[in-house]
């Protein structure tokens, strides 16, 4: 869905959009997001496109999991945890954090693999788009 949108909005195919373009993209996908919001002005800043105002698939992906809000099955997931998985994922999460969001498939992969869980690179991409 995501690659989608960024290909139809990528009118000249160079893999890039301007800040109006991804606005627009977003929107799309996100109709209830506020994009004239501080919140949305500071994550559009972190982008490695933000400098050039100029940004490719991977940029466009990143805002999306920073301001999407996470679906219901995530809070149902995360209250059946036992407290031990609980702190096991803190602490992952909080080195994750530390580290910065990852932004590839086989950098979720890594993520995935230190919780003890395993998913193809294929899989996790098709979960991604």
Not at 69 to 90: C, R
Not at 99 to 112: D, K, N, Q
Request: aromatic letters at 8%; charged letters at 25%; zero cysteines.
């Amino acid at each position: 869905q995501f690659q989608t949108v960024f290909k139809i909005l990528d009118a000249d195919a160079d893999g890039l959009l301007d800040e109006d373009d991804l606005i627009t993209g977003f929107k799309q996908l996100n109709p209830s997001i506020d994009t004239d919001s501080e919140e949305f002005s500071a994550a559009l800043n972190t982008l490695t496109g933000a400098e050039r105002s100029t940004f490719n698939l991977e940029d466009f992906m990143v805002l999306q999991a920073q301001l999407r809000p996470p679906p219901i099955q995530v809070d149902a997931a995360i209250l059946s945890l036992t407290n031990e998985e609980y702190k096991m994922f803190e602490r992952v999460y909080n080195e994750w954090r530390e580290a910065g969001m990852p932004t590839s498939a086989h950098e979720f992969r890594h993520v995935l693999a230190q919780l003890g869980l395993t998913a193809s690179v294929d899989k996790i991409n098709e979960t991604l788009n």
